[in-house]
């Protein structure tokens, strides 16, 4: 894929030095290509330094070291480890690019390339990754996805003028490169953008004149004639500007139909043309392409359709360049857009109304994979195949060299060329499927992965035998006749997926592979027709695959093993992104049938879960297999039988979870990708990865770790590394869980059903209590778990009014409502006043006692009348308190009964956090930002001092972090007090709570921001008064993060770590 958009780099080179191109262009003849027959025969070690001082320096101008003032250097050590870099350029004595060189006899330049990136990956300011075998130049700009290659021993001028243009000292120090990447990723999106309203356009205007001129045709068949109109259409327009077909086919087209002189349509012109294409024609100089794309289809030609509509847009789509400014990724977009678009006209011919967020591509889950993860699922799959083969064959890392006699080899080169063609024949053997490929992101990564593995087949043959040799013309036509394999529910997205595959092999004068046989329609996940009028019987539609009599026998068919290894073969490799489909949008049928043929079934199971069960089921022993999908699985209920399927199953080998960050640009979901085997090995370890600040790109640079795969829990899977595991099971060994510590549940918070009637703001309350003194038992001082804060009870500002059930009978005798309420309008007077205006709400709501103003039953009231620990049901970082006023609190609050601050350290200690990220779930939108769920507390372990003198030191640090605390808490609110009172200020900001960590210009600019300007001799004042405070709450905090580091130190002794798992512990806080 190209790095730079073509006409925005055209735009740059119009400012090109050409007297200095064409100086530096015959120093390059000069002091490099004069030597090519010399370098061609160098080892990497013997012309490394000689190939950055004739190139870097000789003609692009940098200086080598150890010359004064250099730039560029030999072997650059990495920041974070000891390995090096073939060379490196240094801006301010910083990395900026690394180089990476091997001889010219290394054929294959990705092994370069990573290595490459992991010198990069260790140079914050590295922007620039050069890599080169001496022969070619590989140049990246960030990212591994896309490159601009040099065959340095075969440039021109005009090409050698670009070479230079970005690699010379001036422009890469100006960063050049990278405003020109910058440049043409938004150009891409504008051109992107632009195509799509056109060709959208071109879809509708067709349409609509097709119906309105057919009327005698189904229209959902003329809607599919639309699309094969506009899929030929799109061919020309890539096959024009590539040399495929004659230049400007389309204005061609139109020229005809003007000077026809008997008059005939512009369609009829059309068609001579498409059938030309199929059936090739020598006048106008097209060859027979064939395929299906262009195959005769009466239907379509006898349309009738208007001349205008197929004339001015078609030739405005042609204008554009598709051989430079639009590629596959950017069709692949188009594409998948397209079928929001086919939808959507689909219902207005079913005369329905289209909901966008329930359409199809909504319905079926169709999200666009980005290219950096294709790429990322397919090295890891078919690419891990290929590295195993290549090791096998001895052709890892091998280097060629030019033989003395290419017409008779010697042993060793004979064996090397019989190496390669075992290769190429293995290549051809594979079978890699995409059992929802949609628009075929996939499958055009596979066959980007394959056709690459090929060039590094045909440049050892081709070094070999000295010349050319049979090469990449005949390998597309195989690769898509062996090895790439699609189905889709999505009829419209398998023909996209197969014109995105002709688009990217289509050579000149070659026919068009057949791919009806490869890419099919069809329920990937039913195979029995009584059920589903598309299901896909596997071994019938790939007989190639799985063998011609391979079919389930009656015992399989039993429940949960249908789905078991089918008889005989099987594909090599299972990629995918399956469709996000919510179970609510499954039918019974497809329930049922779930239900009895697979061992993850689960009723309320997303149709993901189903596809992994299917990708094994339709692996050879040994197949790699690869899903970029929901994360829900992980720890959701409805996944359960999937994770024990996958841990029991299969070898999982890695997984990458993105945490917060979207991956699909309209997906709400959170992805991981799954990386596994069909295989059954007992000591498997998996490779974890979990996105961190990394860039997003950059999955190899996420924080890694490894964990054995026995570790995942059955209940829940939680990503982390063996090492911080086993510091797990060291922390719960041999230790009460907290539930055996306390003896008693733990109990939640009180759920009014109606908070606007029972919760009471503190001025209303002190109104009622003046108004009868009585309410002051009735109304109880109430918290929100986003009130707690670590060692601190907030003071109340809102109120419960509490009436248990059973509260109105026990005080009055009455059992009738109405009765009832008469007797609370004399009993309290001032309560039923407030409680009038929310009767009709209060009688609606399904949590309330025997009559609507009493809260709904409970057992355990009087435990919040003592002391008692809160803490919320969701919290980043520890937020647990005590409580000793008698407080309540809502629904989302727990409370464990007591006062024991020995418990309340280790609760709010790094090392229980540290527990609870390993056993509860963590939310999204916030750094370890956690589900205190009540099953989760219970198991944290509580260990005891045997030492009672140590205990009691630590409750006496517990006692004064929280008196430091609530001190502070006065201190801060009595300052706050006096601004607001001063200034009318109705809620302080943020900043502005916590003043005393601002300095004093910036405290004035928080107070601008609510409206509020102090005169100059107000600052005088306030600026005193301001410091004096900033200086006695700075002094409490220190106190405080000093007793809190004393209370953690108590707790990592109490559970004996050791000092470098402290170092875990607080590194992962």
Same mark, same amino acid.
């Given at each position: 894929?190209?790095?730079?958009?073509?006409?925005?780099?055209?735009?740059?080179?119009?400012?090109?030095?050409?007297?200095?191109?064409?100086?530096?262009?015959?120093?390059?003849?000069?002091?490099?290509?004069?030597?090519?027959?010399?370098?061609?025969?160098?080892?990497?070690?013997?012309?490394?330094?000689?190939?950055?001082?004739?190139?870097?320096?000789?003609?692009?101008?940098?200086?080598?070291?150890?010359?004064?003032?250099?730039?560029?250097?030999?072997?650059?050590?990495?920041?974070?480890?000891?390995?090096?870099?073939?060379?490196?350029?240094?801006?301010?004595?910083?990395?900026?690019?690394?180089?990476?060189?091997?001889?010219?006899?290394?054929?294959?330049?990705?092994?370069?390339?990573?290595?490459?990136?992991?010198?990069?990956?260790?140079?914050?300011?590295?922007?620039?990754?050069?890599?080169?075998?001496?022969?070619?130049?590989?140049?990246?700009?960030?990212?591994?996805?896309?490159?601009?290659?040099?065959?340095?021993?075969?440039?021109?001028?005009?090409?050698?003028?670009?070479?230079?243009?970005?690699?010379?000292?001036?422009?890469?120090?100006?960063?050049?490169?990278?405003?020109?990447?910058?440049?043409?990723?938004?150009?891409?999106?504008?051109?992107?953008?632009?195509?799509?309203?056109?060709?959208?356009?071109?879809?509708?205007?067709?349409?609509?004149?097709?119906?309105?001129?057919?009327?005698?045709?189904?229209?959902?068949?003329?809607?599919?004639?639309?699309?094969?109109?506009?899929?030929?259409?799109?061919?020309?327009?890539?096959?024009?500007?590539?040399?495929?077909?004659?230049?400007?086919?389309?204005?061609?087209?139109?020229?005809?139909?003007?000077?026809?002189?008997?008059?005939?349509?512009?369609?009829?012109?059309?068609?001579?043309?498409?059938?030309?294409?199929?059936?090739?024609?020598?006048?106008?100089?097209?060859?027979?392409?064939?395929?299906?794309?262009?195959?005769?289809?009466?239907?379509?030609?006898?349309?009738?359709?208007?001349?205008?509509?197929?004339?001015?847009?078609?030739?405005?789509?042609?204008?554009?360049?598709?051989?430079?400014?639009?590629?596959?990724?950017?069709?692949?977009?188009?594409?998948?857009?397209?079928?929001?678009?086919?939808?959507?006209?689909?219902?207005?011919?079913?005369?329905?109304?289209?909901?966008?967020?329930?359409?199809?591509?909504?319905?079926?889950?169709?999200?666009?994979?980005?290219?950096?993860?294709?790429?990322?699922?397919?090295?890891?799959?078919?690419?891990?195949?290929?590295?195993?083969?290549?090791?096998?064959?001895?052709?890892?890392?091998?280097?060629?060299?030019?033989?003395?006699?290419?017409?008779?080899?010697?042993?060793?080169?004979?064996?090397?060329?019989?190496?390669?063609?075992?290769?190429?024949?293995?290549?051809?053997?594979?079978?890699?499927?995409?059992?929802?490929?949609?628009?075929?992101?996939?499958?055009?990564?596979?066959?980007?992965?394959?056709?690459?593995?090929?060039?590094?087949?045909?440049?050892?043959?081709?070094?070999?035998?000295?010349?050319?040799?049979?090469?990449?013309?005949?390998?597309?036509?195989?690769?898509?006749?062996?090895?790439?394999?699609?189905?889709?529910?999505?009829?419209?997205?398998?023909?996209?997926?197969?014109?995105?595959?002709?688009?990217?092999?289509?050579?000149?004068?070659?026919?068009?592979?057949?791919?009806?046989?490869?890419?099919?329609?069809?329920?990937?996940?039913?195979?029995?027709?009584?059920?589903?009028?598309?299901?896909?019987?596997?071994?019938?539609?790939?007989?190639?695959?799985?063998?011609?009599?391979?079919?389930?026998?009656?015992?399989?068919?039993?429940? @949960?093993?249908?789905?078991?290894?089918?008889?005989?073969?099987?594909?090599?490799?299972?990629?995918?992104?399956?469709?996000?489909?919510?179970?609510?949008?499954?039918?019974?049928?497809?329930?049922?049938?779930?239900?009895?043929?697979?061992?993850?079934?689960?009723?309320?199971?997303?149709?993901?879960?189903?596809?992994?069960?299917?990708?094994?089921?339709?692996?050879?022993?040994?197949?790699?297999?690869?899903?970029?999908?929901?994360?829900?699985?992980?720890?959701?209920?409805?996944?359960?039988?999937?994770?024990?399927?996958?841990?029991?199953?299969?070898?999982?080998?890695?997984?990458?979870?993105?945490?917060?960050?979207?991956?699909?640009?309209?997906?709400?979901?959170?992805?991981?990708?799954?990386?596994?085997?069909?295989?059954?090995?007992?000591?498997?370890?998996?490779?974890?990865?979990?996105?961190?600040?990394?860039?997003?790109?950059?999955?190899?640079?996420?924080?890694?770790?490894?964990?054995?795969?026995?570790?995942?829990?059955?209940?829940?899977?939680?990503?982390?590394?063996?090492?911080?595991?086993?510091?797990?099971?060291?922390?719960?060994?041999?230790?009460?869980?907290?539930?055996?510590?306390?003896?008693?549940?733990?109990?939640?918070?009180?759920?009014?059903?109606?908070?606007?009637?029972?919760?009471?703001?503190?001025?209303?309350?002190?109104?009622?209590?003046?108004?009868?003194?009585?309410?002051?038992?009735?109304?109880?001082?109430?918290?929100? @778990?986003?009130?707690?804060?670590?060692?601190?009870?907030?003071?109340?500002?809102?109120?419960?009014?509490?009436?248990?059930?059973?509260?109105?009978?026990?005080?009055?005798?009455?059992?009738?409502?109405?009765?009832?309420?008469?007797?609370?309008?004399?009993?309290?007077?001032?309560?039923?006043?407030?409680?009038?205006?929310?009767?009709?709400?209060?009688?609606?709501?399904?949590?309330?006692?025997?009559?609507?103003?009493?809260?709904?039953?409970?057992?355990?009231?009087?435990?919040?009348?003592?002391?008692?620990?809160?803490?919320?049901?969701?919290?980043?970082?520890?937020?647990?308190?005590?409580?000793?006023? @008698?407080?309540?609190?809502?629904?989302?609050?727990?409370?464990?009964?007591?006062?024991?601050?020995?418990?309340?350290?280790?609760?709010?200690?790094?090392?229980?956090?540290?527990?609870?990220?390993?056993?509860?779930?963590?939310?999204?939108? @916030?750094?370890?930002?956690?589900?205190?769920?009540?099953?989760?507390?219970?198991?944290?372990?509580?260990?005891?001092?045997?030492?009672?003198?140590?205990?009691?030191?630590?409750?006496?640090?517990?006692?004064?972090?929280?008196?430091?605390?609530?001190?502070?808490?006065?201190?801060?609110?009595?300052?706050?007090?006096?601004?607001?009172?001063?200034?009318?200020?109705?809620?302080?900001?943020?900043?502005?709570?916590?003043?005393?960590?601002?300095?004093?210009?910036?405290?004035?600019?928080?107070?601008?921001?609510?409206?509020?300007?102090?005169?100059?001799?107000?600052?005088?004042?306030?600026?005193?008064?301001?410091?004096?405070?900033?200086?006695?709450?700075?002094?409490?905090?220190?106190?405080?993060?000093?007793?809190?580091?004393?209370?953690?130190?108590?707790?990592?002794?109490?559970?004996?770590?050791?000092?470098?798992?402290?170092?875990?512990?607080?590194?992962?806080?």
């Amino acid at each position: 894929m190209s790095l730079f958009q073509n006409s925005v780099l055209r735009n740059y080179l119009r400012n090109m030095d050409t007297a200095s191109v064409s100086k530096a262009y015959e120093t390059y003849k000069q002091e490099f290509l004069s030597k090519i027959a010399n370098i061609k025969t160098s080892k990497e070690e013997q012309y490394q330094y000689g190939f950055l001082d004739d190139l870097f320096v000789k003609v692009l101008g940098y200086t080598l070291n150890p010359s004064p003032g250099y730039d560029l250097i030999a072997e650059q050590k990495n920041v974070s480890d000891s390995k090096k870099a073939d060379g490196a350029i240094l801006k301010d004595g910083k990395v900026i690019a690394v180089i990476e060189l091997k001889s010219t006899k290394t054929k294959s330049m990705d092994k370069i390339v990573d290595q490459a990136f992991n010198y990069k990956n260790n140079h914050p300011a590295c922007k620039y990754i050069i890599t080169s075998n001496f022969e070619k130049l590989r140049f990246y700009v960030e990212y591994s996805d896309r490159y601009e290659e040099f065959n340095l021993f075969m440039l021109d001028e005009e090409r050698f003028g670009l070479f230079y243009y970005l690699l010379n000292k001036e422009k890469l120090f100006a960063d050049i490169p990278l405003k020109l990447k910058q440049d043409s990723k938004l150009q891409e999106e504008s051109i992107s953008n632009e195509l799509y309203k056109k060709y959208a356009g071109l879809r509708l205007n067709l349409f609509e004149n097709i119906i309105e001129n057919n009327p005698q045709t189904d229209r959902h068949l003329l809607l599919e004639k639309t699309q094969t109109i506009l899929d030929r259409m799109v061919f020309i327009f890539f096959a024009e500007d590539r040399g495929i077909l004659p230049p400007n086919t389309i204005q061609s087209i139109i020229d005809h139909y003007k000077g026809d002189i008997e008059d005939r349509d512009l369609w009829h012109f059309y068609k001579i043309y498409f059938k030309a294409i199929n059936q090739g024609n020598k006048k106008l100089n097209i060859p027979e392409y064939n395929g299906g794309l262009f195959a005769a289809d009466e239907v379509l030609e006898s349309l009738k359709i208007d001349n205008h509509v197929i004339d001015a847009c078609p030739l405005a789509l042609s204008a554009y360049d598709f051989n430079t400014d639009i590629d596959v990724n950017i069709l692949g977009h188009i594409f998948e857009n397209s079928l929001n678009d086919i939808e959507e006209l689909k219902a207005r011919i079913n005369d329905t109304d289209f909901d966008a967020s329930k359409s199809k591509r909504k319905k079926d889950g169709v999200f666009y994979t980005p290219e950096y993860i294709t790429r990322y699922i397919v090295d890891n799959t078919l690419g891990k195949l290929c590295q195993a083969k290549k090791e096998a064959l001895g052709l890892d890392d091998v280097e060629i060299e030019v033989p003395k006699n290419p017409k008779k080899l010697n042993k060793t080169e004979t064996k090397l060329k019989e190496a390669l063609e075992a290769y190429r024949e293995y290549l051809l053997g594979l079978k890699i499927l995409d059992p929802a490929c949609g628009s075929g992101a996939f499958l055009n990564q596979a066959l980007n992965h394959l056709l690459e593995e090929h060039d590094f087949i045909d440049e050892g043959i081709r070094t070999l035998m000295g010349g050319s040799v049979l090469g990449l013309y005949d390998v597309k036509k195989g690769i898509l006749e062996n090895n790439l394999y699609g189905v889709d529910i999505n009829a419209e997205a398998v023909e996209i997926a197969k014109l995105s595959l002709w688009l990217r092999t289509v050579e000149s004068g070659r026919k068009l592979n057949k791919l009806a046989d490869k890419i099919k329609v069809g329920n990937s996940l039913i195979d029995d027709k009584s059920v589903a009028e598309d299901a896909f019987v596997w071994e019938e539609e790939f007989p190639e695959v799985f063998g011609a009599d391979a079919s389930a026998s009656e015992k399989e068919l039993q429940k @949960g093993e249908a789905e078991a290894s089918l008889p005989r073969g099987g594909f090599d490799v299972v990629i995918g992104n399956p469709p996000y489909v919510r179970q609510e949008l499954l039918s019974a049928e497809d329930k049922d049938f779930f239900k009895n043929h697979y061992q993850t079934y689960h009723g309320t199971a997303d149709l993901y879960v189903y596809f992994y069960e299917k990708a094994f089921s339709l692996l050879k022993e040994n197949g790699h297999m690869s899903y970029i999908s929901s994360s829900s699985y992980f720890k959701s209920g409805s996944g359960a039988n999937l994770r024990k399927y996958l841990k029991y199953n299969t070898v999982i080998e890695k997984l990458i979870d993105f945490g917060d960050d979207t991956v699909f640009e309209e997906a709400t979901t959170y992805p991981v990708i799954f990386i596994g085997r069909k295989n059954n090995e007992d000591n498997n370890y998996i490779s974890t990865y979990i996105k961190d600040s990394s860039d997003m790109q950059e999955i190899e640079q996420y924080s890694k770790g490894k964990m054995h795969q026995s570790r995942l829990n059955d209940n829940r899977w939680q990503l982390a590394d063996e090492s911080i595991l086993k510091l797990y099971d060291k922390i719960k060994s041999n230790k009460f869980t907290l539930k055996e510590y306390i003896k008693n549940d733990i109990f939640r918070g009180v759920l009014t059903g109606l908070n606007e009637a029972f919760v009471i703001r503190k001025e209303i309350r002190d109104r009622l209590i003046v108004e009868d003194i009585r309410n002051a038992e009735i109304l109880k001082p109430f918290f929100a @778990g986003q009130d707690l804060g670590r060692y601190k009870t907030p003071v109340a500002d809102k109120y419960l009014l509490l009436f248990p059930k059973g509260w109105t009978r026990e005080q009055s005798g009455l059992t009738d409502e109405s009765d009832a309420w008469n007797w609370l309008k004399d009993h309290n007077p001032s309560l039923y006043s407030w409680l009038e205006p929310f009767a009709e709400k209060g009688r609606k709501r399904y949590d309330k006692g025997e009559f609507w103003w009493e809260l709904r039953a409970c057992d355990y009231y009087e435990v919040f009348e003592k002391p008692k620990i809160f803490y919320p049901d969701m919290s980043q970082g520890p937020k647990f308190c005590l409580d000793l006023s @008698g407080s309540y609190s809502t629904n989302t609050t727990y409370l464990i009964p007591g006062d024991d601050l020995f418990l309340l350290g280790i609760l709010n200690s790094k090392l229980c956090w540290f527990y609870l990220k390993s056993i509860c779930e963590a939310l999204r939108g @916030g750094q370890w930002r956690l589900r205190l769920f009540t099953q989760n507390i219970e198991q944290i372990p509580v260990a005891e001092f045997t030492n009672v003198v140590k205990k009691k030191i630590m409750e006496e640090y517990v006692e004064k972090i929280i008196k430091l605390n609530q001190l502070l808490e006065t201190k801060k609110h009595k300052f706050l007090n006096r601004l607001t009172d001063n200034y009318d200020l109705d809620k302080p900001s943020k900043k502005l709570e916590a003043f005393y960590e601002l300095d004093f210009k910036t405290f004035l600019k928080e107070l601008k921001k609510k409206k509020i300007t102090l005169t100059l001799k107000e600052q005088d004042e306030w600026e005193e008064y301001f410091n004096e405070h900033k200086t006695e709450l700075l002094e409490l905090q220190r106190q405080i993060d000093n007793t809190d580091k004393e209370i953690d130190k108590m707790v990592y002794e109490l559970y004996g770590l050791t000092e470098e798992e402290i170092a875990v512990v607080e590194g992962n806080d």
